[in-house]
């Protein structure tokens, strides 16, 4: 950035901070949250949640649904959604069939998933834009699609779900078909 300077013009630098998530690489979660974690109840790189926990950060809930979303774990998935999306989106084999569904079917099995924005946007509220390739769209080639996840830590009220960040919605921005 060039500012005034006397007689002349002078380089100031600035800094801009790119993105941060502020939680650390390895999620310490309590033994009873599932599946995972050894003796020390530790979330290695690599491995993801079954059930929600407290200790989840926002960007771990969507690596775990991520993950479940590769391996078609329709009950995981489900396991991360808030009791308002479940509401609407439930029981577990309408939640299935939804996923199937021509919007969603690229997130089943899909070839990669690449965090695009992450955005904490209030202490309790974060929205998190992730770009999808998928050869899983019924048509004769894979398609790249951009989904944004908006996830919600649950308050006091909401009984053993307390204090866990869970996803509110699920949306599809915008899908393109990939060169062959």
């Given at each position: 950035?060039?500012?005034?300077?006397?007689?002349?013009?002078?380089?100031?630098y600035?800094w801009?901070?790119?993105s941060?998530?502020?939680?650390a690489?390895?999620h310490p979660?309590?033994?009873?949250?599932?599946?995972?974690?050894?003796?020390?109840?530790?979330l290695?790189p690599?491995?993801?949640?079954?059930r929600?926990?407290?200790?989840?950060?926002?960007?771990a809930?969507?690596e775990?649904?991520?993950?479940?979303?590769l391996?078609?774990?329709?009950?995981?998935v489900?396991?991360f959604a808030?009791?308002?999306?479940?509401?609407?989106?439930?029981?577990?084999e309408?939640f299935?069939?939804?996923?199937?569904?021509p919007?969603?079917r690229?997130?089943?099995r899909?070839?990669?998933?690449?965090p695009?924005?992450?955005?904490?946007?209030?202490s309790?509220s974060?929205?998190e834009v992730?770009?999808i390739?998928?050869?899983?769209t019924?048509?004769p080639?894979?398609?790249?699609?951009?989904?944004?996840w908006?996830l919600?830590?649950?308050g006091?009220?909401?009984?053993?779900?307390?204090?866990?960040?869970?996803t509110?919605?699920?949306?599809?921005?915008?899908?393109?078909p990939?060169a062959s």
């Amino acid at each position: 950035m060039l500012s005034p300077h006397y007689r002349s013009a002078r380089v100031e630098y600035v800094w801009q901070m790119a993105s941060v998530t502020g939680e650390a690489a390895a999620h310490p979660v309590a033994a009873e949250s599932g599946g995972f974690g050894g003796a020390e109840g530790i979330l290695e790189p690599g491995e993801h949640a079954t059930r929600p926990h407290p200790s989840l950060p926002p960007e771990a809930v969507v690596e775990a649904q991520l993950a479940a979303l590769l391996a078609e774990d329709a009950a995981t998935v489900f396991a991360f959604a808030s009791p308002g999306n479940q509401a609407v989106t439930g029981p577990l084999e309408r939640f299935s069939t939804l996923l199937r569904n021509p919007m969603y079917r690229p997130l089943l099995r899909h070839r990669r998933s690449t965090p695009y924005r992450r955005t904490m946007l209030t202490s309790d509220s974060y929205s998190e834009v992730v770009q999808i390739v998928s050869d899983n769209t019924g048509m004769p080639q894979a398609i790249e699609a951009v989904y944004s996840w908006e996830l919600e830590r649950q308050g006091p009220g909401a009984g053993p779900l307390a204090g866990c960040w869970l996803t509110n919605s699920v949306r599809l921005l915008d899908a393109r078909p990939l060169a062959s």
